[in-house]
């Protein structure tokens, strides 16, 4: 099969879906492609839970990204415990049912007439100079071919940029964790431990149990009696039986802690048991070199671009060690932004990274890859390769791509 399409975007994660969607509402033949036989990325089959890195800190900051954040928001809004905001005492959370989130994307795309590829490998690359001309995927059902003036990678791990001999970054040194999360029912929340008290006790007795992970968080949407907890370290290398071996650790890992939750807080997880098993989680692997690479201190100083386009204020969140993480906050008044060059390779005239493989250090990828700048990522890769038509994303008037963009990079309400 050979697909034609004016805008392709490989990844159906949350950036992806962003930009698929928004493509499709300027008016663009989409494509949209992922690995996965379902939409959604790690926001759905991950099972996260939540929306961070949206609004602003404090205990109701403002909203800092609009677009599908405010159709989700409002959709999922109408469902009887599908949503559940956690204010304060610095960050808002949203916490949100997995399950109501995957509906939405895929009504969502189906009504937008957004053309679908489920379950396609990327296997091969067609670059004609500074543009990438052609897209070729192995499915089990056949091949497929897609061919499109403009390309957006929100695959994760820079898929289509290091296929295609883009350069790009790879960890080097200290590891970057990822998560297995789990679904626990039946729990009592009456008798919820706090996350401080669930800490301090891995930290106890978790070598008792063979926990790696010295610290956990619980996601609990109120009146369910459903948890979702995130209490493993697994590590997410390139090398694919690598990868597998440690999928099936993470699996491991998280029994374990289910183990150390009954045993230790009886009367809420006593009864409990899994429901679900997400996807492993996947924090940073392999990310583009971009015309600008985002550092720390332009983080920490709230540095803003000529070319920004998405924001947020999310402390810097390492997973590097096993026996916790970073979590350095920032102030109610601050604010730090993606810039286009970040997400754009210099060689490249038709492409844009989206997501967790944009171009950054450690620290500052950690505090940008969350959902909220995630979705006004995907947002900015669809209207700046809208802009760019046949041309170049770095030749497009950046006043009329900020006007476009003003709800998530300006907007004060």
């Known amino acids: 099969r050979v697909v034609e399409a004016d805008i392709c975007v490989v990844g159906a994660g949350i950036s992806g879906i962003s930009a698929a969607v928004e493509a499709a509402r300027l008016g663009r033949r989409v494509v949209l492609v992922d690995g996965l036989p379902a939409l959604g990325g790690q926001a759905v089959n991950s099972i996260i839970g939540t929306f961070c890195g949206l609004f602003a800190n404090g205990t109701h900051g403002r909203q800092f990204t609009r677009g599908i954040a405010d159709d989700i928001l409002q959709a999922l809004g109408r469902q009887k415990d599908a949503l559940h905001f956690r204010h304060g005492p610095l960050t808002t959370v949203v916490y949100y049912d997995e399950v109501a989130l995957g509906r939405w994307v895929e009504e969502t795309v189906r009504e937008l007439g957004i053309t679908v590829l489920l379950g396609a490998v990327l296997r091969e690359v067609a670059v004609d100079g500074r543009r990438v001309e052609e897209i070729g995927f192995a499915t089990r059902y056949g091949d497929v071919r897609v061919r499109s003036t403009g390309f957006v990678d929100a695959s994760g791990d820079a898929a289509l940029t290091w296929q295609a001999g883009f350069p790009c970054r790879e960890a080097e040194g200290t590891k970057v ?5 789990v679904i626990l029912e039946n729990i009592d929340e009456a008798h919820q431990p706090t996350r401080q008290e669930i ?35 697994v590590e997410t290398p390139l090398d694919p039986l690598e990868a597998s071996a440690k999928a099936l650790e993470g699996k491991q890992q998280a029994d374990r802690a289910v183990a150390f939750l009954k045993a230790e807080f009886p009367d809420c997880f006593g009864r409990a048991r899994v429901r679900a098993f997400g996807f492993p989680g996947i924090r940073q692997t392999r990310w583009i070199v971009g015309r600008h690479h985002l550092t720390v201190d332009e983080v920490r100083s709230g540095t803003r671009f000529p070319d920004a386009v998405a924001r947020t204020a999310w402390p810097i969140e390492l997973h590097d060690h096993g026996s916790g993480h ?16 970040s997400m754009t390779p210099p060689d490249a005239d038709n492409l844009v990274a989206a997501g967790r493989c944009i171009d950054a250090d450690k620290a500052a ?44 990079v300006d907007r004060d309400d």
């Open 177 to 181: 964790f990822g998560t297995q999360m």
């Open 199 to 233: 800490s301090a006790r891995m930290q106890e007795k978790g070598e008792d149990y063979g926990l790696l992970r010295r610290e956990g968080l619980a996601f609990v949407i109120p009146g369910r009696g459903v948890a979702a907890m995130n209490m493993t370290h």
């Open 326 to 341: 970073l979590w350095d906050t920032f102030d109610e008044n601050h604010v730090h932004y993606v810039p286009l060059g």
């Open 365 to 408: 990828l950690s505090s940008v890859r969350v959902m909220g700048p995630c979705i006004a990522m995907g947002a900015a890769a669809a209207h700046a390769l809208d802009l760019a038509g046949t041309g170049s994303v770095h030749q497009i008037d950046l006043a009329v791509l900020r006007e476009r963009l003003y709800d998530n």
